[in-house]
């Protein structure tokens, strides 16, 4: 892009290219050049938006955390209707698309990155810990209605969740698992609480 030119909502559109490489190019590729070629522009408009580049990626993740966090409270709401099984597996499947699973990727490669997460979030794998908190919350709510069993562990049930969901999305090829993987999955987890609430 030539000088002088400006780009219009330049932080999205450098989240974007940053996404664009890291699907391509992997978490090895992903520098600032990368990024700011991708996007067109010069290498300047990221530092003028940004203290620098781990200040960049830090933003990437923290903006994939605040989505999880709206994806909480729509989840939350849909407690008590359809399935519990079917809402969690929608979940699952909203929430390790490509690029959430690539930015997850991205954390475990970069040691420099964590580190400047955990100033603000000291405990676990960002990303990862929202959700299985979203789902922790969930399944409580789903517990206080009577739909899992009264003494469901809902924490324990979120980190298998959790933890399972990305070995799956993680490992797939081309496609995503599909819906009725994801559904077994999550089926197979909650199989105990669903019996028990019945018995």
């Not at 000088?3 to 290219?17: E, K, Y």
């Not at 699907?23 to 070629?37: E, K, Q």
């Not at 991708?38 to 990626?57: I, M, N, Q, S, W």
């Amino acid at each position: 892009m030539p000088t002088g030119v400006a780009m219009r909502d330049a932080r999205r559109q450098l989240f974007d290219a940053a996404e664009r490489v890291l699907l391509r190019d992997g978490p090895r590729a992903l520098t600032s050049r990368a990024v700011t070629t991708e996007a067109g522009c010069a290498k300047g408009v990221l530092h003028r938006h940004f203290a620098d580049f781990d200040e960049f990626l830090a933003e990437l993740v923290r903006e994939r955390v605040a989505g999880v966090e709206r994806q909480a409270g729509v989840l939350r709401a849909a407690a008590g209707t359809g399935t519990v099984t079917g809402n969690l597996a929608g979940a699952l499947i909203e929430l390790f698309d490509a690029v959430a699973v690539a930015v997850v990727g991205l954390l475990v490669f970069r040691d420099d990155l964590r580190a400047l997460l955990r100033v603000t979030a000291p405990a676990g794998v960002p990303i990862l810990t929202e959700a299985a908190g979203m789902i922790a919350v969930y399944l409580a709510e789903e517990r206080a209605m009577g739909r899992i069993a009264a003494d469901a562990d809902v924490d324990t049930l979120a980190l298998m969740l959790i933890g399972s969901g990305h070995l799956l999305f993680a490992g797939w090829q081309g496609a995503p698992p599909d819906a009725a993987e994801v559904d077994r999955l999550v089926s197979t987890a909650l199989a105990d609480v669903l019996q028990r609430r019945l018995l």
